[in-house]
């Protein structure tokens, strides 16, 4: 727990989410918290930068409207209280470093913590504290959202470095190509990190069976590009033998786009009931949308929160070996088996795709579905061959 004095406070329930309390206030440099955790926030603090230089001098200069100039510092806490009598809040941060602590604006706290010393006594400074407390407070995605140009200069980087040639390469032959972002302000509709999004998906390296799932994909682009970074130095890198399946997996995600709807439909049939699938929250209807990479015609635009945890569960299917992955049996066959059963136990979970999409336990099922699937076409191929020998 950490309490300390603050000089105002204000709070807003989020309008779409009322599990959601966003508490504004604005803290003396002089009473904030030295040892606040930054593990939560996808980048850690580099202090020689010039923007973090320019920070600094911020900081240590006298002038005094810092909390009208700095955005402030964005924390995600498991509770917060402030009491009237004393001026003091207590910030309750649950010691989950992975969850709770600085989610933005950790440049901006390392420079007040270790520089703010250098100030006169008589100055008082004030930097304003956005503190996010949600029961089922999706962090990964909050994060993402709020370190976006920290990660698309990331992604330029690399992109100077040519460590993205992997994945040009792989869908050099394919319609799509031309149209993939793979540097900053680049005016093309695929940013690269919607492709690592779908072989994150299928990262049988990290993911090798159903006792984890790989729900940053629907998430946290963030996560999904850092995991892409820190595996390209490795010489087990997953993603070398990934990319190599990059015209599959899209294949792949954009046929269950395309039949999704159809799918849903048929398990209502079956229920007896009439499936309207355009009336569902997540979806929107008029035969003018187009799948994400290859445009082709759809009637519908579906979240990616009903689609990822579908496409995810054919991980069951790749198999991780020495040089390559490779598929034990087609996806897009086992799609025409399995998928009615996947669609149906999806959307039998929840219909809200926010939910769907960071539900752990809705991946790793949807992961076994087509697991059975895999071991009943093996036990079929070995009887066939049995029989052959006979």
Same mark, same amino acid.
């Given at each position: =727990? ?28 002089? $009473? ?14 580099? =202090? ?48 989950? %470093? ?63 470095? %040519?460590?993205?040639?992997l994945i040009k390469d792989a869908v050099s032959g394919e319609g799509y190509n031309d149209e ?5 302000? $680049? ?11 779908? =072989? ?58 395309? #039949? ?40 519908? #635009? ?27 049996f087609d996806p897009i066959e086992v799609w025409d088996k399995v998928g009615i059963r996947l669609?149906?136990?999806?959307? $039998? ?12 336990i809705l991946w790793q099922s949807n992961y076994r579905i087509v697991d059975s699937v895999r ?10 061959? =049995?029989?052959?020998? %006979?």
């Open positions: =727990m950490n309490t300390f004095k603050v000089k105002a406070v204000r709070s807003v329930t989020s309008p779409s989410n009322e599990e959601v309390t966003i508490y504004y206030t604005w803290v003396n440099f002089k $009473d904030l918290p030295c040892e606040l955790p930054l593990e939560v926030n996808p980048r850690k603090p580099k =202090m020689n930068t010039s923007v973090a230089k320019q920070l600094i001098a911020a900081v240590i200069n006298p002038d005094t409207d810092f909390d009208i100039n700095n955005r402030g510092i964005v924390i995600t806490a498991k509770d917060f209280k402030f009491h009237t009598n004393t001026s003091t809040v207590d910030l309750d941060l649950d010691d989950d %470093s992975t969850r709770y602590g600085i989610l933005d604006g950790g440049h901006t706290y390392t420079a007040i913590i270790e520089n703010r010393d250098k100030l006169p006594e008589n100055i008082d400074k004030y930097v304003k504290l956005e503190i996010v407390v949600g029961v089922n407070l999706d962090v990964l995605a909050l994060a993402d959202a709020r370190n976006t140009s920290a990660q698309v200069s990331d992604i330029a980087l690399f992109e100077l470095d %040519s460590k993205f040639d993939v972002a793979y540097k900053d302000n $680049d005016n093309k509709r695929i940013p690269v990190v919607e492709l690592i999004k779908l =072989m994150f998906a299928f990262n049988v390296k990290k993911y090798p069976d159903d006792s984890g799932a790989p729900v940053a994909a629907y998430s946290g682009k963030a996560v999904v590009f850092k995991d892409y970074k820190n595996e390209y130095e490795e010489e087990d890198n997953v993603y070398k033998k990934l990319v190599q399946q990059l015209p599959k997996l899209v294949e792949l995600y954009e046929k269950i786009q395309e #039949e999704l709807p159809s799918k849903y439909q048929e398990f209502k049939r079956e229920e007896g009931k009439t499936g309207k699938f355009g009336a569902l929250r997540g979806v929107e209807g008029n035969g003018t949308y187009t799948t994400q990479f290859n445009q082709k015609p759809i009637q519908y #635009e579906i979240s990616i929160g009903f689609l990822l945890p579908i496409f995810g569960a054919f991980r069951a299917l790749l198999l991780n070996k020495d040089e390559t992955v490779e598929w034990t669609v149906q136990n999806t959307f $039998d979970t929840d219909t809200n795709p926010q939910q769907i999409g960071k539900s752990k071991k009943d076409l093996l036990l079929e191929r070995f009887e066939k061959y =049995m029989k052959a020998q %006979s």
